[in-house]
């Protein structure tokens, strides 16, 4: 049966090191899978969850947002992640007001993340009035009646923050954003914000809009599959099946990243037979690269296809496709020619034999697709590094034919669909027209706040109230002190929350929180059971039915508490029919049809058989919504990141065992950590050249010049006690499990033209840990 929670928290003094795996997946990842879902949710539950794991007629994985297969799906069409993700929301451990009783907020701030995740799920609302010591419980009408007040009390609407995780689905989405919108501010920041924004921002400027251009079905048909800044083994896994299928039509694969991910270099496909005994290697190549070293790396690439082109003109560059669809060449060659590569082999790390072959391997591919994820976005240069990515698959011609195109891998499963239903700060003035016709509003037309902005809000107390629709707010964000400080600034923070965490526990004068169904959960509304939708990284949209009963009766779909508060807020006068959309989902997907473009017939197409993709003009027709009308080749100066003396540059990372801020466990078992998270890999050889030996404890230091302010002495952040782990990574560089290093991320230290923070590139130094009690 289910175990209880543990009582413990994380020893980091139990933590151990072996060497790292080189094969993913394979029969462990089974036995672990089952092992932690029977755990949190014993032998019967178990199994009436994971067969409907992403099934047609069952329920999304509430995991990464790699799409479905289209044709026959298997038997266990889920990874070991997926099945972790899933045990943790469907667990059988409970969080209920007695648990709140027995443990003081100061308790609870003194646990870890983990800790407060593995305590289960919370069963009713709970609020914390000024001078509390502990939640208490406090009905669903007094909660709303609680926010609405608050909300009607603020001297302007933009006084108030809505946040959305991408976990929500899409009804969830285009409601929440109807509720801001129809109260009168734009302000919703979103997990995007500090995700796939960069991708966004590149991608609308380069082929008029931000999403993918490929489909699952292309990946057969690849000759080359570019794979950079991305660990698929652990955040995709299931991309590792389309890999495979890829390996067995002939592509070749390139993984470009500074550590060698294990699923990246091997992988047993524990769903065949063949892949129990023998596994493939996945990447062909690997490129070691430096961190931001891919801005260099994709120039250098656009001078050599140059320079092939040279060699035997009319073979390299796509002519057609060039002089037919895009802007912006000559300027591009021109710039690409002037590249040196001398600078390019300095800022990668690479050899001048690894950028010709990889050319040469660009060049003679007949469809090329290139994946990435926070590698490439989270970096001050992120937006321009993707626009030269793109610029690669525009020079072949590899953007809307079969087996080419761009493909940001999405992370959170809704966040690419939250987008499309409304959930950014600033929506174009089509989408808000559509909004207001259809239901009598007037949508605020000025800009609101994203997640950097909203904490510089909160911090100086232009925002008071915070609302986040799932997530968790306080640890996901950078620079933790200043973000909790700006939160506990706020006049109340509400979190509709699945399960507890630190956001819970950081919280403004007066805090709410209210438990949610999640995607596992029967959703019933006055008997009837609801579906809800969801969008993969794709542009697929399909539905998703939870069946689990709920852990407890009090809990209320994420829909259902916005159309409560918003007819609290707005009265039963208001033009948005409130009570219908919470009885009857199909409803909200009435008014999605005639609002968000390509949704016309939503509640027809999204029941087909593998629902329905969005229109996406590049890929269906070549077709590029840009100012120019055509893909636009984008001319960036060079940028790269040399390591200060005596310092490294640092990126933060997911461990095999977590979901961003949800620590499932303290096993990285690629990377061979374990027990632990406080680590920090890194060289060899620059352990001894910074005079300490491996397994000593460190602090981390992080130092940043603000350029408003280039003659100010350099800000300093601080980490304590990570042990020093040898790794295979280039001299220089460094990796730490996000979020215990989120403190040393400057809240303003953000990426050009995206306003994501940058989590992958830190100045550190390090120090030799001086408490060890602490
Ligand atoms: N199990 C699980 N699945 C998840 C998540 C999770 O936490 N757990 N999170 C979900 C979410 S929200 C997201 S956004 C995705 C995240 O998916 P990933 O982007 O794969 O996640 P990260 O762990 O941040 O890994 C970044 C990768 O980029 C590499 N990298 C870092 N800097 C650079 C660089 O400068 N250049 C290059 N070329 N590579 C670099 C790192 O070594 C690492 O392999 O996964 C989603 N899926
Ligand atoms: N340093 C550093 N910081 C990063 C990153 C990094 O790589 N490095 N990555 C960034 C990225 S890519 C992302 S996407 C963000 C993630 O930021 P968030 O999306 O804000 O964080 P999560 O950890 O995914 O949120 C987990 C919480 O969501 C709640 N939850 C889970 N399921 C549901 C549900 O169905 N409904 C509701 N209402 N709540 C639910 C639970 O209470 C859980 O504690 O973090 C970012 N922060
Ligand atoms: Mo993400």
């Known amino acids: 049966m289910h175990r209880a929670a543990p009582k413990q928290d994380i020893d980091e003094a139990e933590l151990t090191v072996s060497p790292p795996k080189t094969q993913a997946a394979g029969v462990r990842a089974v036995t672990v899978a089952l092992e932690r879902a029977v755990e949190e949710m014993g032998v019967v539950r178990t199994a009436r969850t994971l067969s409907r794991l992403n099934q047609r007629h069952g329920f999304d994985c509430p995991s990464c947002a790699w799409p479905d297969p289209t044709g026959t799906r298997r038997v266990a069409e889920f990874c070991e992640n997926g099945a972790k993700a899933v045990a943790e929301e469907a667990t059988l451990r409970t969080v209920t007001p007695e648990f709140f009783a027995?443990?003081?907020?100061?308790?609870?701030?003194?646990?870890?993340?983990?800790?407060?995740?593995?305590?289960?799920?919370?069963?009713?609302?709970?609020?914390?009035?000024?001078?509390?010591?502990?939640?208490?419980p406090i009905s669903w009408d007094d909660a709303y009646r609680l926010i609405a007040d608050t909300l009607r009390g603020l001297s302007t609407p933009d006084e108030a923050v809505f946040y959305t995780s991408g976990r929500t689905s899409n009804e969830t989405a285009f409601l929440y954003q109807l509720l801001a919108r129809s109260l009168g501010t734009n302000n919703l920041p979103d997990c995007s914000n500090m995700c796939h924004e960069s991708s966004g921002a590149a991608l609308t400027s380069s082929i008029g809009i931000g999403k993918g251009s490929v489909t699952i079905d292309d990946f057969a048909h690849a000759d080359l599959i570019l794979i950079a800044g991305q660990n698929p083994g652990t955040n995709h896994p299931r991309?590792?099946?389309?890999?495979?299928?890829?390996?067995?039509?002939?592509?070749?694969?390139?993984?470009?990243?500074?550590?060698?991910?294990?699923?990246?270099?091997?992988?047993?496909?524990?769903?065949?037979?063949?892949?129990?005994?023998?596994?493939?290697?996945?990447?062909?190549?690997?490129?070691?690269?430096?961190?931001?070293g891919d801005m260099a790396l994709f120039q250098g690439l656009g001078k050599l296809l140059f320079e092939a082109e040279d060699r035997a003109p009319g073979t390299v560059v796509d002519r057609t496709f060039v002089n037919a669809h895009t802007a912006g060449f000559a300027e591009y060659e021109k710039h690409m020619r002037a590249v040196d590569l001398g600078v390019v082999e300095q800022a990668t790390g690479l050899t001048r034999e690894q950028l010709e072959r990889t050319a040469r391997l660009l060049a003679e591919s007949k469809a090329t697709i290139v994946c990435w994820a926070m590698g490439l976005t989270q970096q001050v240069h992120g937006v321009a590094t993707i626009e030269e990515a793109t610029n690669l698959l525009l020079l072949r011609g590899m953007?809307?034919?079969?087996?080419?195109?761009?493909?940001?891998?999405?992370?959170?499963?809704?966040?690419?669909?939250?987008?499309?239903?409304?959930?950014?700060?600033?929506?174009?003035?089509?989408?808000?027209?559509?909004?207001?016709?259809?239901?009598?509003?007037?949508?605020?037309?000025?800009?609101?706040?994203?997640?950097?902005?909203?904490?510089?809000?909160?911090?100086?107390?232009?925002?008071?109230?915070?609302?986040?629709?799932?997530?968790?707010?306080?640890?996901?964000?950078?620079?933790t002190d200043v973000t909790e400080a700006a939160l506990r600034n706020c006049e109340l923070t509400v979190q509709v929350s699945t399960k507890l965490n630190r956001s819970h526990v950081v919280h403004g004068r007066t805090a709410l929180i209210l438990p949610t169904l999640g995607r596992t959960d029967d959703d019933l509304q006055d008997g009837k059971r609801q579906q809800v939708s969801v969008e993969d990284s794709m542009s697929m949209v399909h539905l998703s039915t939870g069946r689990l009963t709920p852990v407890s009766e009090h809990l209320r779909s994420e829909v259902a508490i916005v159309c409560e508060l918003a007819r609290e807020l707005f009265g039963p006068e208001h033009p948005v029919p409130w009570e219908q959309f919470r009885r009857d989902y199909d409803r909200i997907r009435d008014a999605i049809a005639r609002v968000v473009p390509g949704c016309a017939e939503y509640n027809r197409k999204v029941r087909g058989r593998n629902g329905f993709q969005l229109p996406h003009p590049p890929r269906d027709a070549r077709e590029f919504r840009t100012a120019t009308g055509k893909a636009n080749f984008a001319t960036n100066a060079l940028h790269w990141l040399p390591v200060p003396e005596g310092r490294l540059i640092l990126q933060t990372l997911r461990s095999h065992d977590q979901y961003n801020t949800t620590i499932y466990g303290l096993d990285d078992r690629y990377r061979g950590i374990h027990n632990g998270r406080k680590v920090v890999l890194l060289n060899a050889e620059d352990i001894a050249a910074l005079?300490?030996?491996?397994?000593?404890?460190?602090?981390?230091?992080?130092?940043?010049?603000?350029?408003?302010?280039?003659?100010?002495?350099?800000?300093?952040?601080?980490?304590?006690?990570?042990?020093?782990?040898?790794?295979?990574?280039?001299?220089?560089?460094?990796?730490?499990?996000?979020?215990?290093?989120?403190?040393?991320?400057?809240?303003?230290?953000?990426?050009?033209?995206?306003?994501?923070?940058?989590?992958?590139?830190?100045?550190?130094?390090?120090?030799r840990h001086r408490h060890p009690h602490e």
């Open 399 to 479: 953007i809307g034919k079969p087996g080419a195109g761009v493909c940001p891998v999405r992370g959170h499963s809704n966040v690419q669909g939250d987008r499309t239903m409304g959930i950014w700060e600033q929506m174009p003035e089509t989408f808000l027209a559509a909004l207001d016709a259809e239901f009598g509003i007037t949508s605020p037309r000025r800009h609101g706040w994203d997640t950097v902005a909203a904490i510089r809000a909160m911090r100086d107390g232009r925002a008071k109230v915070f609302f986040g629709m799932g997530g968790n707010f306080a640890s996901a964000t950078p620079d």
């Open 691 to 767: 005079g300490f030996v491996e397994d000593e404890l460190v602090d981390l230091v992080s130092e940043w010049t603000n350029p408003a302010t280039p003659d100010a002495a350099p800000q300093e952040r601080r980490v304590s006690g990570f042990r020093l782990v040898a790794y295979s990574t280039p001299r220089g560089n460094a990796a730490a499990y996000y979020p215990e290093t989120n403190p040393l991320v400057p809240l303003d230290h953000v990426a050009r033209r995206s306003n994501t923070p940058v989590s992958k590139a830190i100045t550190i130094r390090l120090e």
């Open 102 to 136: 027995e443990h003081s907020l100061r308790d609870l701030a003194e646990k870890s993340g983990y800790w407060l995740g593995q305590q289960g799920r919370i069963t009713e609302p709970m609020v914390l009035r000024p001078g509390d010591e502990h939640y208490s």
């Open 239 to 292: 991309m590792l099946s389309s890999l495979a299928e890829a390996k067995a039509h002939g592509a070749r694969i390139i993984a470009v990243n500074p550590l060698p991910e294990t699923g990246l270099i091997g992988f047993r496909d524990p769903q065949t037979v063949k892949g129990f005994t023998t596994g493939v290697e996945i990447a062909d190549d690997f490129l070691q690269i430096r961190l931001g």
